[in-house]
């Protein structure tokens, strides 16, 4: 056998349709147990969310928030979209907006639980995610262990997605050798990644919302010129969506399993990656960051997600391959096919908005993934960061974290040159493996985060700021919130 081959072996398992069935029912559940706070709340989300309080430990909450969008709104939201309908239809789109707004709910109880048991690591700055809440909430150390080890290797494998898309589009643009963006890409990025999260969550603030709001804006120019078939996508998204439309009817087991896997991919409601820099806030109640966190999920893909699917609907520029025909995309059967001998990704999206602004699209397209896709390595990155200091106790060596840092630069390095295939498979799997083991987790450890919403609601209706206080609610092993 060789590596393709065993990557989608190990791809097969880990997103079985057990997962699949797992993310929704999860979704649904802490819907119904939050009654629909991702509904509810949405006016506190959007007030909580322009707030800037900060401290020496923590960053402000619209810091967090950009780091974690800077992890979710990447590639994913491009080349993703663009692999979800290639593989999946056109209806994995309408799965994609199911998993997120159910997903919603889940981004809110890892986040909140992110927050009651947050940590400081030896520079006395915040410090949590799923493996901090798992031994300090469940008292199940081997099983933090487990998770800590899994995203250390996932968050290398994901910045890989990243590395080889931006080599990817600009190869595609502008015919830049592969191997000279690639020397660029480590060169900048170990520059950064030295200066730690402060100066990881400072570009975040800054480029992420500027570069989302140009590709929107792109986004909106190119589907006013194509209005008139806005409906007819609309239309065809439901169609294939439940196997009605006549030559995507026997896609619909794909388009859900390829829409959840996206969804999840994009948005990461439920992975706990969004745990990570959530837990990096300074905010006075947990729920707080809990409902800005749940708000980004809507941001990455009912608002980026969608501009991207619609891009690549409205213009027809797209393939899509026979679900029956095992093997990478040049060895699977088209169905339909408007972009032969291209690869389903990032190209895409290139050859749609060049379709209707020729001389502009490849260009805008690369230039619009370069910081998507930087700021998803960084903030995979400080995933990564965050649990190997777990595993050290918050106090890493010096020499464990350079040595990370070397083999983070290494990993995404190789992907940027190799298949992008086999870069997307491994970032897949290391998503299955996170969702199997932090969507258990928080089914197991909901209590408290339910308690933090209670206790939040009571404090808003009495018209006061919340302030948690843990032991009121019998949580217990919260030591920063306990200080």
Not at 62 to 81: D, E, M, P, T
Not at 348 to 376: C, D, K
Not at 415 to 429: F, H, R, Y
């Amino acid at each position: 056998m060789n590596i393709e081959s065993i990557v989608n072996t190990i791809l097969g398992v880990v997103w079985s349709p057990y997962l699949v069935v797992l993310c929704l029912l999860a979704g649904l559940y802490f819907s119904v147990r939050t009654r629909f706070i991702q509904l509810r709340a949405l006016p506190d989300m959007l007030r909580l969310m322009l707030r800037h309080e900060r401290s020496d430990s923590g960053v402000s909450p619209f810091q967090a928030l950009s780091l974690s969008l800077s992890s979710r709104v990447g590639v994913g939201n491009i080349a993703g979209v663009a692999l979800a309908i290639a593989f999946g239809g056109p209806g994995a789109i309408l799965w994609m907006w199911i998993v997120a707004f159910l997903g919603a709910s889940s981004a809110f109880v890892e986040s909140t639980l992110a927050q009651i048991y947050k940590d400081r690591d030896a520079k006395g700055q915040y410090r949590g995610g799923p493996a901090y809440y798992i031994e300090k909430g469940l008292g199940q150390r081997w099983y933090a262990v487990l998770f800590a080890l899994v995203t250390v290797l996932a968050g290398a494998m994901l910045a890989g997605t990243q590395s080889n898309a931006i080599t990817s589009a600009v190869n595609e643009a502008w015919n830049v050798p592969v191997m000279t963006t690639t020397t660029v890409l480590l060169v900048v990025l170990g520059a950064i990644l030295i200066g730690g999260v402060r100066r990881i969550a400072r570009v975040a603030e800054w480029v992420v919302p500027l570069m989302a709001v140009a590709y929107l804006l792109v986004a909106a120019l190119v589907m006013v010129l194509n209005a008139e078939k806005v409906p007819e996508v609309i239309m065809l998204v439901l169609r294939s969506a439940f196997g009605v439309d006549a030559a995507f009817g026997a896609m619909i087991g794909t388009a859900i399993q390829w829409g959840v896997r996206r969804g999840v991919l994009s948005n990461e409601a439920g992975m706990g990656s969004g745990a990570h820099p959530a837990a990096a806030a300074e905010v006075s109640h947990p729920v707080k960051q809990g409902l800005v966190q749940s708000f980004s999920v809507y941001i990455d893909t009912m608002v980026v997600c969608s501009a991207t699917a619609f891009l690549i609907l409205s213009t027809g520029l797209y393939n899509v391959y026979d679900p029956a025909v095992n093997g990478i995309p040049d060895e699977a059967r088209l169905l339909l096919g408007n972009l032969p001998g291209v690869e389903a990704g990032p190209r895409f999206v290139q050859h749609a908005v060049e379709s209707a602004l020729p001389g502009f699209g490849r260009s805008f397209v690369a230039l619009a993934i370069l910081p998507f896709a930087f700021t998803t390595i960084l903030a995979l990155y400080y995933m990564a960061e965050t649990n190997i200091s777990y595993l050290c106790r918050d106090r890493p060596a010096p020499w464990v974290m350079g040595g990370f840092q070397l083999l983070f630069l290494a990993a995404t390095g190789y992907s940027a040159v190799n298949s992008a295939t086999i870069a997307w498979s491994l970032g897949d799997i290391g998503v299955g493996l996170m969702s199997w083991l932090n969507i258990i987790a928080i089914l197991l450890l909901q209590k408290p985060a339910l308690a933090a919403l209670r206790d939040y609601e009571q404090h808003r209706q009495a018209g006061k700021d919340p302030l948690f206080k843990p032991k009121l609610l019998g949580v217990r092993n919260t030591s920063v919130w306990d200080g």
